[in-house]
């Protein structure tokens, strides 16, 4: 029997704002006291009343504005009623049939399969709500301890369409959310800290008829995201293949396992008893020909202040520098690696080999520079080599001044201790020999002192030549050609 999967994600975001949601409180994830960031209004005190975190709302209606949504000129805060004891107020402020976004899409841009980078997944909605205390288990698990620092913190929460049908598909949405919360510098959204969450809902059927939601919770990394569903897709399977029968219900994630296990049967929306916050004031985002008027929010303005998303980024990448989609991804998630490379080639402007400059450079920064940044632990910060200096070093080897091999230690050298390339070969004497005449006697040295090698080659092992070329490149401290070796122990040997 075939049955279709078919999967929607629900994913959570704290905001990076100064104060908290409803609240003149901090809102900082690195504080390490316990409930110090806590007032009134994010204890629930009677009588304390919210006010709202206008940085907070432009923040989702920028990240709606990347995503091509509409943002709704009216929008409301409603009460998601509920008892836990991570939420004071026995209720959270949320928003349920006026959110501030709605519809859009996001392109599956970090794929590197040419096909699927041209999907894109629907979004339902985008709204704001506030994020709950934390509350931390005694290790006993008889006692728990709560810390209202992230109490009120402003949460955005994305819904998007039940259109994914696999776990990779999944995996690349909450990749592509990620980096683009970080590029329009809205949310750190770093999973493990709990920054950024994923919730899953699956159903497995037949027909065009979805079958029974099963949701997934706990999801801390893009991993546990597309492990979990590929495994809950092969559970549900088997089960209805056995003629089972799906329950609704909510369910964890054993990542040590890697397996799905039952939390509880699901609520239904009712169950929340939303209405609307009659504290707060219906929210009215202003459109353009509001402007005049003097908005609160201005769409206008909010667009002009976006960043290039990162998946026009990775077109203008790929595009301009001939990049593969794998090489562009590498370059779109580590911004200041993409700055880097475009720094240096600004400096290839004038030259007349400039494509192979770059796939030159392209090559030397990724494999030589980002490998020695990985182990001597080098960050960008303390890196001394710059792109006019890493540009001047890709120069002197397009245009045969020194060897490979010397580009690399002079490479090791600037990106430790700094300084110019030029200078350094000169100083060193590393310079690139190609003067024939000078290397014809190392050669004519080398055949006389080799007899036994020049022998072999002469009995057809050709590839002898290689030692040989090895022995005069030791001979003048790699700083010859090695093209250039060859050719001459070719005519020398006859
Ligand atoms: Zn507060």
Redesign the pocket.
Known sequence: MKFKPTIGLEIHAELKTKT?M????LNDPDEKIPNK???????AHPGALPTINKAAVEEVVIVGLALGSEILEHSKFDRKNYFYPDLPKGYQISQYDMPLCKGGKLLLFLSEDPEEGKKSIQITRVHLEEDTARLIHSADKKSALIDFNRA?VPLMELVTEPVMHNGKEARLFAQGLQLLLKRLKVSKADMEKGQMRCEVNISLSKDDKLGTKVEIKNLNSFRAVEKAIDFEIQRQKDLLEKGGQVVQETRGWDAGKEITYSQRLKEEAQDYRYFPEPDLPLLHVHSEKEKAEGSLFNLEELKKKMPETPWQQKEKIKNSYGLSPKEANLFIQDEQLADFFERTVEEFKEIKLKDKAISLAFNYLLSDLKGLMETELIDWDNLKINPHNFSKLIILLLEDRISSRIAKDVLVEVAKKGGDPEEIIKAKGLEQVSDTNELKIIVTEIIKNNSIAVEDYKKGKINVIKFLVGQAMAKTRGTAAPSVLEKLFKEQLG
Do not use: A, E, S, Y
């Open positions: 908290k409803f609240c003149g409180c960031n806590i007032c009134p209004v994010c204890l009120g």
